[in-house]
Each structure stands twice: as C-alpha cells, then as structure tokens.
C-alpha cells in the first residue's frame, strides 16, 4: 500500500508533454535501476521510456529502485514490488527492461529483482513463466559481464534504432519457444545473448578464451546511431522531485572530440556527433515554455556549434541555460560574457590534473595559461562561484603532480583576486581515478586506498594554506566499487548476488561485504568467490583476453594501446577531426 499511495501521488505531480497512448499487446515495464528522483533526471531513461511509448505495439510501465524509507516495507512486508504507473506486480510484465547508466547501479538491478520475486539467475528461470529481462544504457556499452548471468539479453548501443527493431522481432517471433525466440532475437544489430558465450579462465585466473555456441561472429556489434538530428532527446516528463526538477534538459552531443584518456564516453560513443544549433534552439525554446532553466547535456559543452549563440538567445527570452561542463580553453569571451549575463552564477571547470605534466598524460590539452585566462574570463564576467575538478590516482602521477593540484588552485585565486573582483565559493572536487573499459587506461590498476587517502590528506593540507577553498574528496571506497564492476568480468556476478542477499547498499555496508569477501578469498579454505581485488587493484596485462573485448566499439585495440604508450611518454594526441582523420577506427 505503502508505495502505490506514494507512486499515485508523484503521477499526480508529473507533466508529461506528448500525448500518451495505451499501446499494444507487449507489455514491457522499463526500470531505472535507483530511485524515481534519479531514474526521472536521467536522459536516457526519458529518451527510451518515449521511444517505447511511442509504439503502438508495447503498453509501457515504469518500475524505479524504492526509497530507503519503503525498501524494509517492500522486502518485508510480503507485497513485491510493484510497478510506477499500473502497479502490477513486474513479473505480471512480457518484458523487463533495465536502463543502466552507471554500473554501480549492477548491484540495484539485483535488489530489484529480488524485491519482484523473480529468479535472480537467468539458469533459474529457464521454462518457467517469468518476463523477458533484457538491459541496456551506457554501462552495458562497456562492460555487462558482471550481470551477464541474471539477464537474458543485452542491447549493445543507442536504442533510437535498435529498440524498435527489438520490438518488431519480438513480436513476429510471438509463437516460438522461449529459446528460439531468444536465438532470433540475437540478431538484432547490438543484441548480445549471454547464454551463447562461455568464458574459460586459466590456472592463474585470468581470462583464456570465450567459447561461442551461436551462429556467425563471437561479435556483438554496438548500434550507434549517425545523426542525432533525426531523433529528439530532452525531457519528455517533468517532475518537480527530480534532482534536476527545475530544469528542462536537452542533450547537445554525444562523445566528444578530446579524446581524454581515462574518459570512456570520449572513446565509446566515436565519433563526436552533435545537435545542430537549430535543433538545439528549438528544443531550448520548447524548454522555455516549461522552466526557467534549459540544463545543456553532453561530455563537453564549450566545443557544441553556435553555444554562445544559444545561451544569448536562452537570456533574451528570459531563461538560463547551464552547460553540463565546458573545456577551458573552448570558452571563448563572448561564451564567458553570456554565460555571466545569463545568471549563471557558478561555474565548473575541469582542469582533471594539477600539473602541466599530468595533463599530458591524460591528453588534455589545456595548459594553465588557459586554465587561467578562463577563470579571469569568467570572474571578470560576473561568475561568483568556481568549482574545479581534480582526479588523483591517475597513471604515471607522482606526490609533486598531486601538490601541483593545489599550487594550481592558488596561482588561479591569485589572479582573480588581483582583479580586484568578488571572488564567492571555491571548491576543490578531488576524485579517485576509476580505470575504464574501451579506454587506453583499462589496463591500468586503481591506486591502493592508502596511497589515495594519502593523497587526498596531501591535497586538503596544501589548499588549507590558501585559505577559503573547500575540499570536496570522493571517496576511495566508492572508487572501489566502481572499478570492481568496471572492469570485472562473470565472476563479479556472484559478488553482486552476495551482496545483495546481505541487503547492503550503502557505499560503507559495500565496502564492509567486499572486504569480508577478500578475507575469505585468501582464508586457507578460500570460498568459490573471487578476490575482488583482482579486478581492481591488479594490472592487466596489453596482451591479455579483456572481459569487454567481444564488443566490436569499432576502436582499433592497437589504438587504445598506443594512447597509453604515448601517455607514458607525455605526448599528446590531437582532437578528432571527423572530416579526414581515420586513425582510431571509428570514423
Ligand atoms: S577516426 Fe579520428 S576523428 Fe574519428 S573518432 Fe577516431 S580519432 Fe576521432
């Protein structure tokens, strides 16, 4: 009872601008595996919940993780459970479909189904009456192995496509048996069958071969769409409780053209493409009609054709248009003035490492005198507040490259208050590095959480003698976590399943399951779990088989791997350049 009287009071606070239908025959409830004020600020889960509502084929529901304070009562109080807008009961549903967006969200999805009732192991439904369970989102772009025993079928890519196409063979394989509907399936372009692939480890754990039993290519080959104009991805329902409640939101691109080495969303959605200012302003000005501020979404906002233009015309119809992040060096005199002019009184600029040598590792291309002449810009526009993001951790730093984060913080609030200008709220934002899967750190280890605390105590005792800068520290623990589902493979699934049994979910309940499991794994009579750290902390060898490495992203591996050596030896590599370049493959 408890979560349907919630669940009726946000359909009543919700506004959905598009005509609703009660479509088809294919019921499929789409799950946000986290709560409803995350799953309703995530583009992706809006943009897939209007493709799916937009067939007439499929009658959509959505399912959401419960909140903290409604999670005891669903477990425990003998009800499953339920969907957002029907309240069925998800294995009532044809198909569940999970939209991941962030791995660590791996472990909701199992919670999820075990609140639904339903078999977490795929083995454990097999001929039995339970839905579909297929997922899809960035993170099962670049690795799904962790939870590639408890789904049945992954869609490798951006759905705009593939969902439909999903659709349609789901429907015409209506009267066929359970495993070859799933077989037909598998040929939808991006379709990956879990149940077809068997991975065999060595001796010393690491991943020998993967044995494939279907037809054609051990392939899955991601679905990317070419021109994002086609297809519309902005808030489709808005709701006040949503963590960007008063914002409409309007994606500007996908991937980016930097190429930053330890970015995964600037190597798997290759090449760049973005939003043409026309289409942009239409969709700012759609916007306009709803909030006062069009939140701007993509990796980097400062490069998107005709932004100051847009963000002019955003301030002269009375709004305010916030860019996700901008690359210093991108933003130019007219882009600082309108964004100062349009209201926007803090800005976030991500230099990622302190040193000019750290930043050639990474490949940012950005030298602190850009860094700089862009805080001036922005401060000498009216900006108050400046946020700078830092990572620690990364590949090849040393302790003077950490210092540097500091040093760099002070030279910057130097300048600034040489200006003789207001100067608000400064905040450090210190992240661990997390390696990636399709980027060319995915071999590199994250750094020991000592080494990281370290560290951070190094960043908080340098920034304490510039006074008035607050220290934003992400925790190390956290990082864990997420690189264990980054970069694990099928035997992370076991974990996962563990953990979830267990019921923790907060990062310290996390981090207290996978330090027990680590325990046990080095215990004379070990348990049949891995070693988390074996996923984390170890290197992987350039020449062994990666979990990932079946996803054809259409990067060359040699590419990643020459990135990595050209970290090593501090050059750079130059943005792309879609009209000639072809070096990485993607183009
Ligand atoms: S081929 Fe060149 S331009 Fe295209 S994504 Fe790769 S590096 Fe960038």
Redesign the pocket.
């Known amino acids: 009872m408890f979560q349907r009287k919630r669940a009726l009071e946000r359909i009543a606070r919700e506004k959905t601008l598009y005509e609703r239908s009660r479509g088809g025959d294919i019921h499929l409830c789409l799950v946000y595996p986290n709560v409803y004020r995350l799953g309703m600020a995530n583009l992706g889960f809006q943009a897939v919940h209007r493709i799916f509502e937009s067939d007439p084929r499929v009658a959509v529901d959505r399912a959401f993780l419960p909140d903290a304070d409604e999670r005891e009562a669903v477990r425990d109080g003998g009800e499953p459970l339920l969907s957002f807008e029907g309240g069925r009961p998800l294995s009532d549903f044809n198909i569940l479909a999970f939209s991941v967006s962030f791995e660590t969200d791996y472990l909701n999805v199992l919670t999820i189904l075990t609140m639904a009732g339903i078999p977490l192991r795929r083995a454990d439904r097999a001929g039995r009456n339970y839905p579909l369970i297929i997922a899809g989102g960035s993170a099962i772009f670049l690795n799904p192995e962790p939870i590639a025993d408890f789904i049945d079928l992954f869609l490798v890519g951006e759905g705009e496509e593939m969902a439909p196409e999903f659709i349609a063979r789901y429907q015409a394989a209506e009267t066929l048996p359970h495993d070859e509907r799933l077989a037909d399936l598998a040929n939808v372009q991006g379709a990956y069958l879990p149940s077809l692939f068997f991975p065999v480890y060595q001796p010393d754990g690491r991943l020998q071969t993967v044995v494939y039993s279907g037809a054609g290519k051990p392939r899955v080959n991601r679905r990317l769409i070419r021109d994002l104009n086609r297809f519309t991805t902005s808030s489709q329902i808005l709701t006040p409780e949503s963590v960007f409640g008063d914002m409409f939101l309007v994606e500007a691109s996908r991937g980016c053209q930097w ?1 930053c080495r330890f970015c995964a969303a600037g190597f798997m959605y ?2 760049i493409r973005y939003r043409s200012p026309e289409n942009l302003l239409a969709e700012a000005n759609r916007g306009l009609a709803e909030r006062g501020v069009i939140g701007l979404v993509g990796a980097e906002m400062a490069s998107v054709p005709g932004v100051a233009g847009i963000v002019a015309a955003v301030a002269s119809a009375g709004g305010r248009l916030s860019p996700s992040s901008l690359k210093a060096d991108c933003i130019s005199p007219v882009l600082a003035a309108a964004l100062a002019r349009n209201g926007n009184h803090s800005v976030t600029v991500a230099p990622e490492a302190g040193s000019e040598r750290m930043r050639k590792v990474i490949n940012k291309n950005l030298s602190e005198a850009e860094i700089v002449h862009a805080a001036e810009m922005m401060i000498g526009e009216g900006v108050e507040n400046l946020k700078f993001y830092f990572m620690i951790g990364l590949p090849e730093e040393r302790d003077e490259d950490v210092i540097e984060i500091a040093a760099l913080v002070g030279r910057i609030l130097a300048r600034t208050r040489a200006m003789h200008r207001p100067v608000g709220r400064v905040t450090v934002s210190l992240n661990p590095f997390v390696p990636k899967p399709w980027t060319p750190f995915q071999w590199d280890p994250m750094e020991e959480i000592a080494a990281l605390k370290r560290k951070i105590v190094l960043v908080r005792s340098h920034l304490a003698r510039l006074g008035g800068v607050e220290l934003d520290a992400e925790s190390p623990r956290e990082a864990y976590f997420q690189t264990l589902v980054s970069r694990g493979d099928r035997r992370v699934g076991p974990i996962l399943a563990r953990l979830a049994a267990e019921r923790r979910e907060l990062p310290g309940e996390i981090w207290q399951g996978l330090r027990t499991i680590s325990r046990e794994a080095a215990a004379p009579n070990p348990s049949p779990l891995p070693d988390p750290d074996f996923f984390v902390t170890r290197r992987y060898a350039h020449d062994e088989l990666l979990p990932w490495d079946f996803i054809d992203h259409h990067i060359d591996k040699w590419f990643l791997l020459s990135e990595r050596k050209k970290a090593h030896f501090e050059h750079q590599t130059r943005p ?3 009209t000639r ?7």
Do not use: E, N, Q, S
């Open positions: 190429g290759r090449p792309c350049d879609v370049c072809t070096v990485c493959g993607a183009c």
